[in-house]
């Protein structure tokens, strides 16, 4: 049982109600880590935002952002989103189980542009541990067309996802 209430989608007024009409609306559900963070209206809000930002105006694809909440997911043994991010893959884009378990094996395994997957490896890589981030990193990313700004985005979604997983576990929203 949940430590914190949340409320209810049938229960939802005001922004916590936009917010879940937003993603109901995008997904066809209301994921329990937006439920949890129905607690704070106003940081639901800023999330939808973020959500927003990065469908309209960010130059990741849907595809990208999607391996990267996968892949940090399993990292951070966050099975909620592991398991809500494969089947966003396969319903949403269009991949395999076959073709999500090879990217659960290897990343470079992804079935992205080139580009994608070297965003990816990166993400992953200071994921794992931000002191391995290197110039040379950057220099790579960018010769294959990425700005600082797809750069910082892409490493920003694997962080959140962190954030996410970790208050997810704390208030036991899964159980």
Known sequence: ????????????????????????????????????????????SNLIDTVKYYVNESNLSFSLLAHIRLLVAKEEDYPYCLNLNQTI???????SQ????????????????????????FVMKVVKD?????????????????TDKDIYEAV???FLMIIRGMTFKTFK???
Not at 7 to 14: I, R
Not at 98 to 121: I, N, P, Y
């Open 130 to 146: 931000p002191a391995m981030s290197e110039m040379s990193d950057i220099s790579k990313l960018r010769e294959l067309g990425w």
């Open 173 to 175: 929203m899964g159980e």
């Open 1 to 44: 049982m949940p430590l914190l209430e949340t409320v209810k989608p049938e229960d939802a007024q005001g922004k916590v109600k936009e917010a879940y009409d937003f993603f109901n609306g995008m997904a066809g559900m209301i994921p329990l880590p937006i439920q949890m963070v129905s607690t704070s209206p106003d940081l639901l």
């Open 98 to 121: 076959e073709q999500v378990d090879a990217v659960l094996e290897d990343e470079g395994q992804a079935s992205l542009e080139e580009k994608e997957v070297e965003m990816l490896k």
């Open 156 to 158: 920003y979604e694997g």
């Open 89 to 95: 893959l396969k319903d949403m884009g269009g991949l």
